[in-house]
């Protein structure tokens, strides 16, 4: 347990749904992230947020919402999806001053678009 | 762009050491962190260089030579439970403030008895 939850752990949509991630931290960080994971590629940073605040989208396309109502809460909205944004859904959290920069992530969401 | 380099696999026996290095070319550097990722699991942080030198948490060593764009992960006296992905991942400040991860491709390190 790492302190950072993310709901549901699997999840299995179809192109024309509309559906949401959930990420929730317990330990008090001010900085919150979503990342994608795909077979054999690095983790890619989707989206970042510094005191509820977007401070990085990294050329996510638009079918991809997020939404960050407070310091501990973050959350991925999904609409009309495609087959290549099946992977893994990894939510971070982090405390900005931290000297190791450490981020904790969630034990992710398995997506599957078919 | 952004590019880090890392021996997509490894294989060890167990007690033994193996070295897992990472080469970085990236527009924003402020330090080399290391992850760990076992099958199914989340990324766990092992270590942060952000000055050249090493640096030791346990079995486990980092080290980062910035003007090489050059870090690698030592692991010493190897246990079965090592076997994971680690990855490197270079940190860099956003200009909105706080900081971004871009991380490294991966390597798969097999520890065998």
């Known amino acids: 347990e790492t302190g950072v939850t993310q709901t549901p752990r699997h999840l299995v949509m179809g192109m024309t749904n509309k559906k949401s991630l959930k990420c929730e931290q317990h330990?008090?960080?001010?900085?919150m992230y979503w990342y994608k994971q795909s077979a054999k590629k690095p983790l890619e940073l989707m989206f970042v947020?510094?005191?509820?605040?977007?401070?990085e989208n990294n050329s996510v396309p638009s079918r991809f919402s997020p939404e960050c109502p407070n310091s501990s809460h973050l959350f991925l909205h999904l609409h009309t999806l495609q087959p290549e944004d099946s992977a893994l859904y990894l939510c971070?959290?982090?405390?900005?001053?931290?000297?190791?920069?450490?981020?904790?992530f969630g034990p992710g969401t398995r997506l599957t678009v078919t | 762009g952004q590019s880090l380099e890392q021996p997509s696999e490894v294989t060890a026996v167990e007690g033994a050491i193996v070295q897992i290095n990472c080469t970085y070319q990236?527009?924003?550097?402020?330090?080399l962190s290391w992850y760990q990722q076992h099958d199914g699991g989340a990324p766990t942080f092992l270590s942060y260089n952000a000055l050249d030198g090493l640096e030791e948490t346990g079995r486990f060593s980092s080290f980062l030579s910035r003007s090489d764009s050059y870090g690698y992960l030592l692991l010493q006296e190897l246990q079965m439970k090592d076997s994971a992905s680690y990855f490197c991942a270079v940190r860099d400040a956003l200009t909105g403030g706080g900081n971004k991860l871009t991380f490294g491709t991966g390597t798969q390190l097999k520890v065998e008895l």
């Open positions: 971070a959290s982090s405390q900005l001053g931290d000297r190791r920069y450490e981020q904790y």
């Open positions: 947020y510094n005191f509820k605040e977007q401070t």
């Open positions: 330990l008090g960080h001010n900085a």
């Open positions: 990236t527009s924003g550097f402020y330090g």
